[in-house]
């Protein structure tokens, strides 16, 4: 497995990052080359492509599903180049052998599939001309719409005969649990959920987590006031560049709510050296204050945002951790055997 590209395929960095001028061509290649089925569901007036990965010969077996809310950033659902494909589900191990449908919504405006060479560094779609992501994209680019949409999903994956619907997991990382934590407050929705490195007081507060190089306080008030903005617009959706007011109100509120709202059991898993950390550190002593018994904690020490470790203080993106991530959420929610 090519572990150092899958980074790309992570709900990495906690906000929409300045976006090259490449130019972009919509692919033609189709999920099904890849090894998905590819749906389509209809929210209102828009059509949703969600695709399935299911064990071979199995595709339409009654399973569970584990259903995967993407993270931030315009990518493509499958990224490929001359040399194959990048993993889809950085949380998979090449062993894993997993007994369920694995479901993945496709960003907004967005192509499912797409040469990753066509693509700005970091792998987002975006106009050459002016570095920013379709209009489509932007106006639909806010925790609400995610909530709304992949809940139509959902529901309308629970009336199919291949899906076993008292058994559905829903997963997410970075911007990704932040959508699972209002998914898993509706009664009956879901069966469990899986929150990994969120930020449960808002992605603001993480945002703004004390850099000491910044002795003047100039980075934090320019944060204070990019997010007096979004509150005085929140309903302003285009991204010029950058996340929109829209989505940094939205994702910019607490959690806490909606975690404790929900009465299914809740993985939640962070590295301590996440700028989110002490967030979810607070949120495990609010539960254990409440008495909540319907939480998981897994903090990974030492290990950052997207679970790399450092060496000599730098990231160490040659210690690949997603795939010990992935097999104790797996395991915990009976999607892996106990024991290999």
Known sequence: MRLFRLIFMLAAGLHFAALAQNSTVPAQRKPEEFGFRHLVVMFGKDSVDVLVQSPKGQEFDKKPVLFWAQGSLPRPVIMYDDRGTFGTFAF???????????????????????????????????????????????????LEYYVRRNEAVLRYLKKQPWVDKNRVVVGGHSEGSRIVAHLAAMPGLVSRAVYLSGSPLGRELTKLARDPADSTGTAAEMQFAQWQHAVDHPKQN???PGDSYQNLYSFGQSDLPFLFKSRVPIFIGYGTRDAGAVANDYLRLEAIRLH??????????????????????????????WEKVGDDFLRWAGLLPVSK
Do not use: M
């Not at 191990?93 to 599939?113: F, M, N, R, T, Y």
């Not at 693509?119 to 001309?129: C, M, R």
């Not at 290990?303 to 060496?311: A, C, G, L």
């Open 238 to 240: 285009d991204c010029t």
């Open 92 to 142: 998979l191990s090449e062993q894993a052998q997993l007994d369920c449908h694995i479901v993945i919504v496709g960003k907004p405006g967005i192509p499912l599939v797409a040469d990753a060479g066509t693509l700005a560094p970091g792998h987002n779609y975006v106009d050459k001309s002016t570095g920013i992501p379709p209009l489509y994209y932007c106006q639909r680019n806010y």
């Open 292 to 321: 909540k018994n319907n939480f998981t904690f897994r903090p990974y020490v030492g290990r950052e945002h997207n679970f790399f470790s450092f060496k000599d203080e730098k990231v160490n993106r040659d210690d690949w951790y």
